[in-house]
Nanobody, 127 residues
Framework: QVQLVESGGGLVQAGGSLRLSCAYSGRTFSNYAMGWFRQAPGSERDFVAAISWSGSMTFYVDSVKGRFTISRDNAKRTLYLQLDGLKPEDTAVYYC????????????????????WGQGTQVTVSS
């Protein structure tokens, strides 16, 4: 059984930063590629970033490249998302997710391709 618990969300002004964490429990963490998604009110759940099992490969949606950084600490069984240069349009509930394979394109990072999900953490960016 895989369990994911996000934390670190909050209210921040535009231009500010947050660091999201996702604590993992269950089978060997390093067996799973991980991803971050976000969902704004009235919108679909969108892919944000993915990271491979070892952390050596990462992939980002264009809108967050250069502002967000995905990383993982397999010893601590934790996934991170550093959010810098936040914009009001980044406001959403952020979810971490796990899967057994890594993909480096948006078409293969759809929500239905990730079987395991956390409950989400709210990020609100004020203008």
């Amino acid at each position: 059984q895989v369990q994911l618990v996000e934390s670190g969300g909050g209210l921040v002004q535009a231009g500010g930063s947050l660091r999201l964490s996702c604590a993992y429990s269950g089978r060997t963490f390093s067996n799973y590629a991980m991803g971050w998604f976000r969902q704004a009110p009235g919108s679909e759940r969108d892919f944000v970033a993915a990271i491979s099992w070892s952390g050596s490969m990462t992939f980002y949606v264009d809108s967050v490249k250069g502002r967000f950084t995905i990383s993982r600490d397999n010893a601590k069984r934790t996934l991170y998302l550093q959010l810098d240069g936040l914009k009001p349009e980044d406001t959403a509930v952020y979810y971490c997710a796990a899967r057994t394979s890594y993909a480096s394109d948006t078409a293969n990072n759809r929500p239905h391709q990730y079987p395991y999900w956390g409950q989400g953490t709210q990020v609100t960016v004020s203008s």
